[in-house]
């Protein structure tokens, strides 16, 4: 009897040091997200989790919070530095006061079309890679915004039609680049634009057909008239700790992931562009390529940008642009 006690009592321990195996072997993140469900970077995000979760063979799920449901998206970086979230996507034109590479994409033509964007994060990333570990961080993907439109309440023929329209823009360079085409530009957050509409804060907007159909510009203007120019990036992002305690098949999952995500997020963009133009026309919007006088005109003024960016950039963000300008 006293045998048949000792087994049962050792098979009791061996299922419990079993099963607290496999809790331990399973992980749960939260991620957080600015964008709606609709957006295609939000879609791409939900498919980047499913090939985490399937590669993974369950060992890591991650539960998204989309559309600022958790927290806004200007809080997302700072939420994943301190591991209040494990993951979170932000956007990186959001804090080009810390380093000037945050903006090298959101300069006026310094990368006018899909092929140069992509161009320009390769030669960006090792920067990047460094940039983020020093604040705790490791990007997993990119993926990049639609060429930028104005959004206007009249039709645009010329530069004249800007002087004086409040125009709502998103950074510091679209900031330099709206007061330069003569309109008063401010910098607001994604979740304030229908409020800023509604009090006269702004007249205007200049980004991309997929912002403009997340918060449905056609409420608040009649007029697209694209510009292409800049194809400003997103980044999914991962607290490093978190990423570092997770076992190593596990993280090959992650990175493995991200890159196709990247991969995928370009496509994407170029896919639902052409969809994109349609929604806005579908919801009465009159969409138009923007008049020559205003494409010299960004081009001047991204050249001005791209001067006082050098002065202002290290000698290794130099070096990026370099590398991006002798693979073209």
Known sequence: MKVIRKTKTLLAAAALIA?????????????????????????????????????????????????????????????????????????????????????????????????????????QKPYFDTLFDKIGLKVLAYQPWPGQGFYTKFPVTGLADFKGQKLRIYSKATQDMGNSLGFEATILPFAEIPQAFATGLIDALFTSPQTGIDIQAWDNTDYFTAAGAMYTKNAIVVNKDAFEALPEEVKAALVAAGETATKRGWDMSKETYAKQLGILRENGMTVADAPEEVIAKLKEIGLTMMADWQASASPEAIAVLDAYKAGL
């Open 19 to 123: 099963s607290a195996g496999a809790a331990t072997a399973e992980t749960s993140w939260t991620m957080a997200s600015g964008y709606a469900d609709s957006n295609f970077m939000t879609q791409n995000i939900r498919k980047f989790i499913e090939d985490v979760q399937s590669s993974s063979g369950g060992a890591l799920t991650i539960s998204l919070h989309s559309n600022g449901t958790l927290m806004k998206l200007d809080a997302i970086r700072r939420a994943v530095q301190t591991d209040q979230v494990q993951i979170g996507e932000i956007r990186l034109g959001s804090y080009s006061n810390e380093d000037p590479m945050y903006n090298l994409a959101g300069l006026p033509f310094v990368a006018g079309d899909y092929d140069s964007a992509w161009k320009l994060m390769q030669a």
